[in-house]
């Protein structure tokens, strides 16, 4: 059995992650991983004409940072059973080589289930920089072992 449940949380409860700072060596990675080298993210030359003036890191992986970064603080334990999907995502700021960024997380619904023991809850994660914006936020959802 778990040794956290699901309705441990409650609901408006906050969480934070640990920061990691977003390197050259990320984006390499990701692109190589997922094929996407679109030159905004790989072309210096290209994304210094942008509006952005440099390279930004990919919207995608900033949200496979905000997973990776929320399954390793630990807080919900062994309780999850499976990720449902995410609803809501929104890239509202581009994060730039060299941005460092970490996750708020807040307890947004929970409801049960119709098997005993099993409950679905929303975990709002807004990402944000090192300077305290918002870089994303969306709704995962997943589902919990439930203390009965």
Do not use: C
Not at 105 to 112: G, P, S
Request: hydrophobic fraction near 45%; glycine fraction near 8%; charge should be negative.
């Amino acid at each position: 059995m778990p040794t956290k449940y699901g309705n441990d949380f409650k609901i408006g409860e906050i969480y934070h992650t640990a920061a990691i700072t977003m390197t050259e060596t990320h984006i390499v990675n990701w692109a190589g991983l997922t094929m996407d080298f679109y030159p905004l993210h790989m072309d210096r030359e290209y994304a210094a004409k942008s509006q952005f003036g440099e390279r930004l890191v990919h919207g995608p992986l900033i949200f496979a940072m905000a997973v990776g970064l929320v399954g390793s603080a630990g807080f919900a334990g062994d309780s999850a059973i499976a990720w449902l999907g995410v609803d809501n995502m929104k890239m509202v700021a581009p994060v730039k080589i060299g941005d460092t960024i970490r996750v708020e997380v807040a307890i947004k619904e929970q409801r049960e289930t119709r098997n005993p023991g099993q409950g679905i809850q929303t975990w709002t994660y807004t990402v944000k920089n090192q300077r305290d914006e918002v870089v994303m936020d969306l709704d995962y959802k997943m589902m919990f072992h439930m203390r009965v």
